[in-house]
């Protein structure tokens, strides 16, 4: 008996090229013992409401999209008690989480084959504030208005350049925030030009952190903290070690945490999985321990 596929695709996301393959992608999953009923996002918040009205009735859910996409589904599905396991056909433009699961990008045929021949795994999902979720960062500081703040035709044609050209320009507004940090170890309490907590191996598809250092269905996210460098050239030294994934400086802190609260002197902006996030004094964000079966 074939299973039920709910596949649910955002048709603005990888400048639409997901159309080039998309009937060999069904034919894939056809032919692997799936019956894939196709719905399509219209807005921002689409993709929830659909895993969350729809979801319980299916055997399997697959996206195609982003991380944004992925993120939005990932949030109805923590609505449901027992979600279905979800696949991912990466069709974004960083494809974070896809670097993250060694996944095909762009290439919705092979994505639809490692949906059939992969397996399950606990997937942890971050818990923003009260209501909000994130597949696999929360961020505020140096850089993280980029991933939301750079042009859609931008990214359409420069890709991760994009990012970084934009980042480029940002540079000498680059904020200091005095943060107080509230996490299962401990506090820190320093000027901050750069905070998250994550669930994943690549950040903006540029900045990898080293494989052991994460993994993805313990109960902990990784807390990355930056101190003011006190200049830029001292910034850019330590952007260029992050980028050739050192991580030895004494501005940087990366501990692994299940909570952390965030206390600001003023409302300061923030990043979920790359849209924003809204303003905020004071944030709780949470691990919640493997709730979905991400299938890679």
């Known amino acids: 008996m074939k299973r039920r596929l709910l596949l649910i695709v955002n048709p603005a996301a990888g400048r639409g090229a997901y159309k080039k393959d998309f009937a060999d992608a069904l034919k894939v999953l056809d032919d692997g013992g799936c019956t894939p009923t196709v719905c399509f996002t219209a807005g921002t918040g689409d993709a929830t409401r659909l895993a969350h009205s729809l979801g319980a009735d299916f055997d399997l859910l697959a996206c195609i999209g982003g991380?944004?996409?992925?993120?939005?589904?990932?949030?109805?599905?923590?609505?449901?008690?027992?979600?279905?396991?979800?696949?991912?056909?990466?069709?974004?433009?960083?494809?974070?989480?896809?670097?993250?699961?060694?996944?095909?990008k762009n290439n919705p045929v092979a994505a639809a084959?490692?949906?059939?021949?992969?397996?399950?795994?606990?997937?942890?999902?971050?818990?923003?504030?009260?209501?909000?979720f994130f597949a696999y960062i929360a961020a505020f500081g140096a850089f993280t208005e980029v991933s939301y703040a750079t042009p859609q035709n931008q990214k359409k044609l420069l890709g991760h350049l994009a990012y970084v050209l934009q980042g480029a320009a940002l540079l000498p507004r680059i904020e200091v925030y005095p943060t107080r940090v509230e996490y299962d170890g401990g506090v820190v309490e320093e000027n901050l030009v750069y905070g998250s907590m994550s669930n994943s191996t690549s950040v903006a598809g540029i900045v990898r952190l080293p494989e052991e250092m994460v993994s993805l269905g313990d109960g902990l996210s990784e807390l990355v903290l930056v101190k003011d460098p006190g200049n830029l050239m001292a910034l850019s030294e330590l952007a260029d070690s992050v980028l050739s994934r050192r991580f030895d400086s004494d501005k940087l802190l990366i501990l692994h945490t299940k909570k952390a609260r965030f206390t600001f002197d003023r409302p300061v902006p923030w990043t979920r999985d790359g849209e924003a996030g809204g303003n905020h004094r004071q944030i709780e964000l949470r691990n919640y321990e493997a709730p979905i079966r991400l299938i890679f």
């Not at 696949?87 to 996944?103: K, Q």
């Not at 059939?116 to 909000?132: A, C, K, N, S």
């Open 67 to 104: 991380d944004g996409t992925l993120s939005e589904v990932m949030a109805g599905l923590m609505q449901l008690q027992n979600p279905p396991p979800l696949g991912y056909i990466p069709m974004g433009t960083s494809n974070d989480v896809a670097s993250t699961l060694d996944l095909p």
């Open 113 to 132: 084959r490692r949906i059939l021949d992969g397996t399950p795994h606990p997937y942890d999902v971050g818990g923003f504030g009260e209501r909000d």
